[in-house]
């Protein structure tokens, strides 16, 4: 399974839009891009998964170039509760259904 | 109405001492999972069912033992508890069709002492 690599933590205020980036250099022609959230004391929730270019929903924008050795979680006006830590996978949609979590991002939202 | 509940949320014994955890989803999924996260906060898989047969076993140790009665519960049998099993346990679930949009429990912190 390819290996990610995110920043360990960031800071951001209220209102601000956020971009977390993943790298993962070494990711399989299919191999799909899948994004957590996880507040404290919570167990993670999916936020939003794609293959290529961009994908959007009600939560959050994710866009991955071409090469797709790297993708960006967009976060549009945040708030104190999106404070949470970020997971970025990488694996292949199916087959063994194995979820590697890496440390993930501390996402800190302040007022 | 809760998707994925596990039951106890926490749970403290005493080194030595067998014990259980219990998981149920009410999604219709057909995939269940469990997963560890230690005091450095990574998540890791231990074991993953689907149609209440075993697909994943992370090299957990044999005194971790799954059941599934069936398709809505996955629960987790610990025999002869170590220290180092304190942790926090997460049961997920999720649907053949989206297998990468994995439903998390709230998880059980296990505190052994």
């Known amino acids: 399974l390819a290996k990610t690599t995110q920043p360990i933590s960031m800071d951001s205020y209220e209102g601000q839009e956020v971009n977390i980036t993943c790298s993962h250099n070494?990711?399989?022609?299919?191999?799909?891009i899948t994004w957590y959230q996880q507040f404290p004391s919570q167990g993670p929730r999916f936020i939003i998964q794609?293959?290529?270019t961009k994908v959007t929903n009600e939560v959050a924008s994710l866009f991955i170039p071409a090469d797709r050795k790297s993708s960006t979680l967009s976060l549009p006006r945040v708030s104190l509760s999106d404070t949470a830590v970020y997971y970025c996978?990488?694996?292949?949609?199916?087959?063994?259904?194995?979820?590697?979590f890496g440390s993930g991002t501390k996402l800190n939202v302040k007022p | 109405d809760t998707a994925v509940s596990q039951t106890p949320k926490y749970l403290v014994t005493q080194m030595g001492n067998d014990k259980s955890i219990k998981c149920e989803q009410n999604?219709?999924?057909?995939?269940m999972y469990w997963y560890k996260q230690d005091s450095k906060k990574f998540l890791k898989i231990m074991f993953s069912y689907n149609n209440k047969e075993l697909i994943i076993n992370e090299t957990v140790p044999n005194r971790f033992s799954p059941k599934s009665p069936d398709k809505a519960h996955l629960n987790l049998h610990i025999n002869s508890l170590e220290l180092g099993d304190s942790a926090v346990y997460f049961c997920?679930?999720?649907?053949?069709?989206?297998?990468?949009?994995?439903?998390f429990g709230q998880g059980t912190r296990l505190t052994v002492v």
């Open positions: 794609g293959y290529k």
């Open positions: 999604l219709g999924h057909d995939t």
């Open positions: 996978l990488v694996g292949p949609r199916w087959g063994l259904n194995k979820f590697y």
């Open positions: 997920a679930s999720s649907h053949r069709d989206r297998p990468r949009e994995a439903f």
């Open positions: 070494n990711i399989a022609t299919n191999d799909y």
